[in-house]
């Protein structure tokens, strides 16, 4: 009541004698009315500011009339019913902000007995529970070009928590020196890199595919240390038959510049009739460099299984994959994931016995029956 008592005074103040308000306005002492006016312990500042601004105006325009009226003689009857509207004016304003007073009341009121429930989102707390659970795993995909380890990844990143990010040494200016290559590996673990197998999501494995060629075994002491002391875990995806490994390289390298689907070349294809396609190309294979070859794919991922044996590893071959998937099981586990159902869109290229797919193949089979090499004359999955 004490706020509307004063609003009256104002008004009836500002009616009687408005030079006295226009001499508050000048001294600058509007701010204790303003403090005054407060509703329930808040001030509605800016209706306040309005209002005073209002009562300024309207007094320095009436003292100016009353300077007119002076040196005019206006009538009395002018100046009272000028009084009159500014009066009405104040009524109105009087009634709007009372209303706006009472319905802040009101609204406060049904707010004091309001209650709150915490909705809870079962998603929301397993992905927290994983993250709390599991803190984010580094891990890298030691492997060899057309071992199957594209296929490997796809599988991977199907897993809500992995976020591969595929064959980042494959471009040069990250693998020119020791430096570029620690750099990039940096980039990659904190997340600054994006590439276009990277993932948004709850990602609480973070890795990518280096390939032997890529620097890897030439830096291997160096690199050996970074992920000792980052704590990244190695899977070595390797494929126990390196003459298909051979069939593959050489139909990749021909489609490069075949282009035969579409005029573009494809590494990976996601249907049956494209993969038909592609496997329509038989290779020549050389026979007199066959056996020296093939060791010496040997020779490369034993050396690797070697170098980086002090490592938290587990191996993993192309040939036991498509046969059993319960390895993919075995691989969430080390990377200490949950166990998810995880799926490719990746259809393989080269099906059947190899017979089918080597153009000549006689000369091959002539070359390494009796060697140790004999077996990967057999596809056995």
């Given at each position: 009541?004490?706020?509307?008592?004063?609003?009256?005074?104002?008004?009836?103040?500002?009616?009687?004698?408005?030079?006295?308000?226009?001499?508050?306005?000048?001294?600058?002492?509007?701010?204790?009315?303003?403090?005054?006016?407060?509703?329930?312990?808040?001030?509605?500042?800016?209706?306040?500011?309005?209002?005073?601004?209002?009562?300024?105006?309207?007094?320095k325009?009436?003292?100016?009339?009353?300077?007119?009226?002076?040196?005019?003689?206006?009538?009395?009857?002018?100046?009272?019913?000028?009084?009159l509207?500014?009066?009405?004016c104040?009524?109105?304003?009087?009634?709007?902000?009372?209303?706006?007073?009472?319905?802040?009341?009101?609204?406060?009121?049904?707010?004091?007995?309001?209650?709150?429930?915490?909705?809870?989102?079962?998603?929301?707390?397993?992905?927290?529970d994983?993250?709390?659970?599991?803190?984010?795993?580094?891990?890298?995909?030691?492997?060899?070009?057309?071992?199957?380890?594209?296929?490997?990844?796809?599988?991977?990143?199907?897993?809500?928590?992995?976020?591969?990010?595929?064959?980042?040494?494959?471009?040069?200016?990250r693998?020119?020196?020791?430096?570029?290559?620690?750099?990039?590996?940096?980039?990659?673990y904190?997340?600054d890199?994006?590439?276009?197998?990277?993932?948004?999501g709850?990602?609480?494995?973070?890795?990518?595919?280096?390939?032997?060629?890529?620097?890897?075994?030439e830096?291997?002491?160096?690199?050996?240390?970074?992920?000792?002391?980052?704590?990244?875990?190695?899977?070595?995806?390797l494929?126990?038959?390196m003459?298909?490994?051979?069939?593959?390289?050489?139909?990749?390298?021909?489609?490069?510049?075949?282009?035969?689907?579409?005029?573009?070349?494809?590494?990976?294809?996601?249907?049956?009739?494209?993969?038909?396609?592609?496997?329509?190309?038989?290779?020549?294979?050389?026979?007199?460099?066959?056996?020296?070859?093939?060791?010496?794919?040997?020779?490369?991922?034993?050396?690797?299984?070697?170098?980086?044996?002090?490592?938290?590893?587990?191996?993993?071959?192309?040939?036991?994959?498509?046969?059993?998937?319960?390895?993919?099981?075995q691989?969430?586990d080390?990377?200490?994931?949950?166990?998810?159902?995880?799926?490719?869109?990746?259809?393989?290229?080269?099906?059947g016995?190899?017979?089918?797919?080597?153009?000549?193949?006689?000369?091959?089979k002539?070359?390494?029956?009796?060697?140790?090499?004999?077996?990967?004359?057999?596809?056995?999955?």
């Open positions: 009541m004490d706020y509307h008592f004063n609003c009256y005074n104002v008004f009836i103040i500002f009616i009687n004698n408005p030079k006295r308000i226009l001499a508050i306005a000048n001294k600058e002492q509007l701010s204790t009315i303003v403090t005054k006016l407060e509703f329930a312990g808040i001030t509605y500042a800016f209706e306040i500011a309005i209002w005073c601004l209002a009562i300024i105006t309207m007094a325009f009436v003292n100016l009339l009353c300077k007119d009226t002076i040196i005019l003689r206006r009538p009395k009857k002018y100046l009272r019913g000028l009084k509207l500014v009066l009405i104040a009524t109105i304003f009087y009634v709007y902000a009372y209303s706006m007073y009472s319905n802040h009341i009101h609204n406060r009121k049904k707010m004091e007995h309001v209650e709150f429930q915490v909705i809870k989102t079962s998603h929301y707390n397993n992905v927290l994983q993250f709390t659970r599991n803190p984010v795993r580094l891990f890298v995909i030691i492997s060899m070009q057309r071992s199957g380890s594209g296929w490997f990844e796809t599988l991977l990143n199907n897993h809500m928590n992995i976020s591969s990010n595929g064959e980042i040494f494959g471009q040069k200016n693998r020119q020196n020791l430096s570029s290559i620690i750099n990039t590996l940096d980039r990659v904190s997340l890199l994006i590439t276009r197998s990277s993932k948004n709850c990602s609480t494995a973070i890795g990518f595919k280096w390939m032997l060629n890529q620097g890897l075994m830096h291997r002491k160096e690199i050996l240390h970074y992920f000792a002391k980052k704590g990244v875990s190695v899977i070595f995806f494929r126990r038959n003459l298909c490994r051979l069939v593959s390289i050489l139909a990749n390298s021909f489609d490069k510049h075949a282009k035969l689907l579409n005029g573009m070349h494809v590494s990976h294809v996601h249907s049956p009739k494209e993969a038909l396609t592609l496997s329509k190309f038989k290779p020549t294979i050389n026979v007199s460099s066959l056996k020296s070859d093939l060791g010496e794919m040997e020779s490369t991922a034993m050396k690797a299984l070697e170098y980086f044996n002090s490592t938290r590893h587990i191996i993993v071959y192309y040939e036991d994959l498509v046969k059993n998937p319960y390895k993919l099981i691989v969430e080390f990377l200490d994931l949950p166990r998810m159902e995880l799926s490719s869109r990746q259809v393989k290229i080269h099906n016995p190899l017979s089918e797919h080597i153009k000549n193949w006689e000369d091959v002539k070359s390494l029956t009796g060697t140790p090499y004999e077996r990967y004359l057999r596809v056995d999955y």
